[in-house]
């Protein structure tokens, strides 16, 4: 190969390595090619030490030419392995070409601050804005705009009122730390009431059950004693019953005795 030409691939040997690129050395020729870190792999690199080294061998395709003999050449549109030719067309190429070109036109423009309106306000005098938008005070008082606070003045007043945010919450921890102490002492205390009452309830229950067997037993003796009574009444009565008969038949005994033929 004497001259190289466009699409012509060729296996040629890495003579440097830099962070941007390869410099290869192209059989048959004197001149050197180049192989861009955008042109070694399909994948994004960064350094190209990384992926090639001095004295190694790879498949290289001629994409450009230059007039000054600055010889451009790629490794990812052709097969390392066997040194096919992964785009023969040259669509790749094209596609790629067309981005550059697209990313290099993109330019951010500047911002221009300007009046809105070409006019000057009757009130102020200053231009850009009407009459009966100005905010300038009847009075005629003119105030000037707060400087910008610096950095490090910034960075202070953040500090402080990271700091004040700090002790606010730190404030609120302790008030509801206070407040569950106090929810918890008048829980407490509502317990304890409710214990007492309900002792008391149960001691007074059990003192009207104590009061009620006391009467029940006391009414129950006085039926007994009534029972008593009222049996020894009656058990009097037929024993005079029983002595009142006892004397009748003793008279009629008696006159019977006296009086025989009556």
Known sequence: MVNCELNQIFLGEISSVQNYGAFIRIPGCSSQG???KSQV???HVDNVAEVLQKGERVW?????VADDGKIGLSMKYVNQGNGTDLDPNGIELHRDSQKKKAAGKYERKAIHLEA???TTCAK???PGHLSKDCFMSPDG????LIPEIEEGAAVQSQTETSEKEKKHKHKKAKKKQKAKKHKQDVDDIDSDEKEVVKRKKKKHSKDQKKKKKKKHD???SDESSSESSSSHDIKAHKRKRSESLEKRTKKCKH????YPDR
Not at 60 to 64: A, H, L, Q, Y
Not at 141 to 144: F, P, T
Request: charged share 20%; net charge positive; proline share 0%.
């Open 255 to 258: 006159s019977k005795s006296k």
């Open 218 to 220: 006391s009414s129950s």
């Open 141 to 144: 008082k003119k105030y000037e």
């Open 124 to 126: 102020c005098g200053t």
């Open 60 to 64: 290289c395709k001629v994409i450009s």
């Open 34 to 36: 180049l192989i861009h």
């Open 116 to 118: 809105v309106l070409n």
């Open 41 to 43: 792999s399909a994948a």
